[in-house]
């Protein structure tokens, strides 16, 4: 049971990354890819239907932390709570900033809400960039569980350590790359065009930044990961932007998976003393508790990943943002 819900978790955490990676990366290249009011709004409207939907598995990924491994969830929201507490935040004023662009007819009110974006979601995935290093790294956990330290130090001292700096400059690029991408296989156009040179360039940095990632952590899956940003480099060079796509989603996938498997059965290391690191099976809910939401995740799980499928099939045609003459 503790290893289904461990494998939930991490599919739940791995579909976040994974949508709302393009999502950022969109946000961040609308005003980049946009040169006019027009092509904006297209670059917009390719996340429209979707991002609302797909901030679901964060609920989901957040929701199954704390109710099959509440240990876990304690340790680190005690720890992390300045950056969540940021990037909920951020995620907030990007979901105003997507919400109210069409509210008001003025071109400075849109470009001043596709700013917000750009800003709020860079934001967000540096932080979160920084978090998953924080999670490769380890914190300072007592052998009571708690991480030493008290107030804005105990949050602040992991930011700047070199692995969250490493995660945050990985995440960015593969965020950009990710919504570079999703531009190409999404748009037609101008907006088309550049997003697959901007895909072309950012592969071999996104690689890089992924093989230096990797040689840190000494995971395979993310040296795995580095060589398939560079595949949809090379495969948006070729204009083969459904592959390239592919390719950057399973990077993603494969970096987020390694960043949860690389110690192990260890969930969350000590730096002080490798004997109080959180494992799974020490960090998990008691049996009882995880039969319950095992009846609850068979009932509602399923039900999400179909209509996701559904939406995406639904809104899966181009957005033009080529200006079509009257």
Same mark, same amino acid.
């Given at each position: 049971?503790?290893?289904?819900?461990?494998?939930?978790?991490?599919?739940?955490?791995?579909?976040?990354?994974?949508?709302?990676?393009?999502?950022?990366?969109?946000?961040?290249?609308?005003?980049?890819?946009?040169?006019?009011?027009?092509?904006?709004?297209?670059?917009?409207?390719?996340?429209?239907?979707?991002?609302?939907?797909?901030?679901?598995?964060?609920?989901?990924?957040?929701?199954?932390?704390?109710?099959?491994?509440?240990?876990?969830?304690?340790?680190?929201?005690?720890?992390?709570?300045?950056?969540?507490?940021?990037?909920?935040?951020?995620?907030?004023?990007?979901?105003?900033?997507?919400?109210?662009?069409?509210?008001?007819?003025? !071109? &400075?009110? $849109? +470009?001043?809400? *596709?700013?917000?974006?750009?800003?709020?979601? /860079?934001?967000? #995935?540096? =932080?979160?960039? @920084?978090?998953?290093?924080?999670?490769?790294?380890?914190?300072?956990?007592?052998?009571?569980?708690?991480?030493?330290?008290?107030?804005?130090?105990?949050?602040?001292?992991?930011?700047?350590?070199?692995?969250?700096?490493?995660?945050?400059?990985?995440?960015?690029?593969?965020?950009?790359?990710?919504?570079?991408?999703?531009?190409?296989?999404?748009?037609?156009? !101008? &907006?088309? $065009? +550049?997003?697959? *040179?901007?895909?072309?360039?950012?592969?071999? /940095?996104?690689? #890089?930044? =992924?093989?230096? @990632?990797?040689?840190?952590?000494?995971?395979?899956?993310?040296?795995?990961?580095?060589?398939?940003?560079?595949?949809?480099?090379?495969?948006?060079?070729?204009?083969?932007?459904?592959?390239?796509?592919?390719?950057?989603?399973?990077?993603?996938?494969?970096?987020?998976?390694?960043?949860?498997?690389?110690?192990?059965?260890?969930?969350?290391?000590?730096?002080?003393?490798?004997?109080?690191?959180?494992?799974?099976?020490?960090?998990?809910?008691?049996?009882?508790?995880?039969?319950?939401?095992?009846? @609850?995740?068979?009932?509602?799980?399923?039900?999400?990943?179909?209509?996701?499928?559904?939406?995406?099939?639904?809104?899966?045609?181009?957005?033009?943002?080529?200006?079509?003459?009257?």
């Amino acid at each position: 049971m503790i290893t289904f819900w461990f494998a939930v978790l991490v599919l739940a955490w791995v579909l976040y990354f994974v949508l709302e990676g393009f999502d950022f990366g969109v946000g961040v290249l609308g005003p980049v890819l946009g040169r006019d009011e027009h092509e904006r709004g297209a670059i917009v409207r390719t996340v429209g239907p979707f991002w609302d939907g797909n901030e679901v598995w964060l609920v989901a990924a957040v929701g199954v932390t704390f109710a099959a491994f509440p240990d876990w969830y304690a340790a680190l929201m005690s720890a992390l709570y300045l950056p969540m507490v940021l990037i909920l935040l951020l995620l907030a004023i990007r979901g105003v900033s997507l919400e109210f662009r069409g509210k008001h007819d003025s !071109p &400075v009110w $849109r +470009r001043r809400a *596709d700013q917000l974006l750009a800003w709020s979601s /860079g934001g967000i #995935v540096l =932080l979160w960039g @920084a978090v998953l290093g924080i999670l490769v790294d380890g914190l300072a956990l007592r052998a009571d569980g708690e991480v030493t330290g008290t107030g804005l130090a105990r949050s602040l001292s992991p930011l700047v350590s070199p692995a969250a700096g490493i995660g945050a400059l990985a995440a960015l690029a593969a965020a950009i790359l990710l919504g570079a991408t999703f531009l190409a296989l999404r748009t037609t156009g !101008p &907006v088309r $065009r +550049r997003a697959r *040179d901007v895909a072309r360039h950012l592969g071999t /940095g996104t690689a #890089v930044a =992924l093989l230096l @990632a990797g040689v840190i952590t000494g995971s395979r899956l993310t040296l795995a990961a580095a060589a398939l940003a560079f595949v949809a480099g090379l495969q948006a060079r070729r204009s083969r932007e459904g592959t390239a796509f592919a390719a950057v989603a399973t990077a993603v996938a494969g970096a987020v998976v390694a960043v949860f498997t690389v110690h192990g059965d260890v969930v969350l290391r000590s730096t002080l003393n490798p004997a109080w690191s959180l494992t799974r099976e020490s960090a998990a809910a008691g049996p009882e508790a995880l039969k319950i939401i095992t009846v @609850a995740g068979v009932l509602i799980l399923p039900g999400v990943l179909v209509y996701q499928a559904w939406s995406y099939w639904v809104f899966r045609r181009r957005v033009a943002s080529e200006r079509v003459a009257s």
